[in-house]
């Protein structure tokens, strides 16, 4: 059974850094693409980042200032957040177990199967 852990949510004056965790069990992370998404209040949710082999994809709103690594050994891929604006404020979630529907950049919500419980960012000064 796949499952999520999010984690290092917090609150953060704008320009600040967090950088957030998704440990992961019952999969192999080294052939598992996983990704971050976000959703505001009364906002759809959408995709922030993905990790696969073939690479990392950033949306037009983060790019440049946030940064997703995998751990491979502790099956655990973070999300390096700097430069925080308060638009970032969400609830972070990761996803893995995508469908064969999937296809580049990996950030459509509605490929994944198996997700975290969510972490809260709150940028505010």
């Known amino acids: 059974q796949i499952q999520l852990v999010e984690s290092g949510g917090d609150l953060v004056q704008p320009g600040g850094s967090l950088r957030l965790s998704c440990a992961g069990s019952?999969?192999?992370?080294?052939?598992?693409?996983v990704a971050w998404f976000r959703q505001a209040p009364g906002k759809e949710r959408e995709g922030v980042s993905s990790?696969?082999?073939?690479?990392?994809y950033y949306s037009d709103s983060v790019r440049g200032r946030f940064a997703i690594s995998g751990d491979k050994t502790e099956n655990t891929v973070y999300l390096q957040m700097n430069d925080l604006k308060p638009d970032d404020t969400a609830v972070y979630y990761c996803?893995?177990?995508?469908?064969?529907?999937?296809?580049?950049?990996?950030?459509?919500?509605?490929?994944?199967?198996?997700w975290g419980q969510g972490t809260q960012v709150t940028v505010s000064s």
């Open positions: 990790l696969s082999n073939t690479g990392e």
């Open positions: 996803a893995t177990n995508i469908n064969g529907r999937a296809r580049p950049p990996f950030l459509d919500p509605s490929d994944y199967n198996s």
């Open positions: 019952g999969f192999t992370l080294e052939y598992y693409i």
